[in-house]
């Protein structure tokens, strides 16, 4: 057998017969399911984002970030290029602080953050530089204004804070009546609930997102 890839030094490997009778290697890294929800997170992007992404199924990425099953290679090396990290990134695990040992800071210029547009929304992601935040910032222009171009609600792990910059948005909630939002007005609320944006404003509204 072959020398293992050092990045999986100690990682198990276990090898699996398929039916046509070849063996793929599964890889299975403590909390790699985490190690990917971490990521997903980070980028702002849903399970449905990250499914286009990676070429992966939804209820794949599903199993994977719930450790209900392991990825073969070919899934890691999907996972990688669709999220656009490196190997060693994927199967790190993040380093236990030691108390007073925080200090970390992030600054991003106004217009430098990462771009990450969807079919509705122009997002700006911020403090891109951080690993395993506990909080998500990003800066969104509302380009949708009807909420027929929805194909069904965004939902998402965490909690949001969201923060009206500029323009006016309708705020739809899946358990609540659609309200309108203003410059200055902001919301809190659970984004497993479904939720959406759309543009009332002439413009194309801008908010402030907040995800943890």
């Known amino acids: 057998m072959s020398e293992k890839p050092s990045f999986l030094q100690s990682e198990k490997i276990l090898e699996v017969s398929s039916p046509s009778g070849n063996a793929e290697a599964m890889v ?3 909390e790699l399911g985490k190690r990917v929800r971490e990521i997903r997170l980070s980028q702002n992007l849903t399970l449905e984002e990250a ?3 990676t070429g992966l199924a939804r ?3 599903s199993k994977i970030e719930n450790e209900q099953i392991s990825p073969t290679f070919t ?3 999907k996972l990688v290029k669709g999220l656009g990290i490196d190997i060693p990134q994927l199967f790190s695990q993040p380093k236990q602080k030691a108390p007073g040992s925080g200090g970390r800071r992030d600054i991003t210029r106004k217009g430098e953050g990462r771009p990450h547009p969807t079919p509705t929304y122009e997002h700006e992601l911020l403090a ?9 910032p990003f800066r969104t222009t509302v380009r949708t204004h009807s909420w027929d171009e929805y194909q069904d609600w965004i939902r998402h792990d965490g909690e949001e804070f969201l923060y009206v910059i500029g323009g006016s948005i309708m705020f739809y909630t899946e358990f609540y009546e659609p309200i309108e939002l203003h410059t200055g007005d902001s919301a809190y609320y659970d984004c497993e609930m479904g939720h959406a944006l759309v543009s009332t404003s002439e413009e ?3 908010v402030l997102w907040v995800t943890a």
């Open 59 to 61: 209820s794949t990425l």
């Open 128 to 136: 891109t530089q951080l690993s395993s935040k506990k909080m998500v």
């Open 51 to 53: 499914s286009k992404l």
């Open 204 to 206: 194309d509204a801008e």
């Open 28 to 30: 299975e890294p403590l």
């Open 75 to 77: 899934a890691v090396n």
